[in-house]
């Protein structure tokens, strides 16, 4: 069975730093594109940053500069590096992978169960 189990969430300060890390496990051969999506209460969940198996990556707009999303294939782990936090962060944050290749088939769309991260001073 596939699984993505996310971690590293927690509370920081305005200004702080969190290493959010989301592991996939499950007798994988290969991930296509992962992804980190965030749903702060009361808004839709929305795309923070997205990574191709090749370290393509794109961000949202709102999180350039201050994010950074890195994988390791060997791992299929993917990471997400926030730096220069703010209060409009404060979400619960999901991993996400497009399409996982295993020895029982080929998965899509799937998600973690999410990290909470709060900003607050």
């Known amino acids: 069975q596939v699984q993505l189990v996310e971690s590293g969430g927690g509370l920081v300060q305005p200004g702080g730093s969190l290493r959010l890390t989301c592991a996939a496990s499950g007798n994988i051969f290969s991930i296509n594109t992962m992804g980190w999506y965030r749903q702060a209460p009361g808004k839709q969940r929305e795309l923070v940053a997205r990574i191709t198996s090749g370290g393509s990556a794109n961000y949202a707009d709102s999180v350039k500069g201050r994010l950074t999303i890195s994988r390791d294939n060997g791992k299929n782990t993917v990471y997400l590096q926030m730096n220069s936090l703010k209060l409009e962060d404060t979400a619960v944050y999901y991993c996400?992978?497009?399409?996982?290749?295993?020895?029982?088939?080929?998965?899509?769309?799937?998600w973690g169960q999410g990290t909470q991260v709060t900003v607050s001073s």
């Open positions: 996400n992978a497009d399409r996982i290749r295993t020895v029982r088939g080929v998965f899509y769309d799937y």
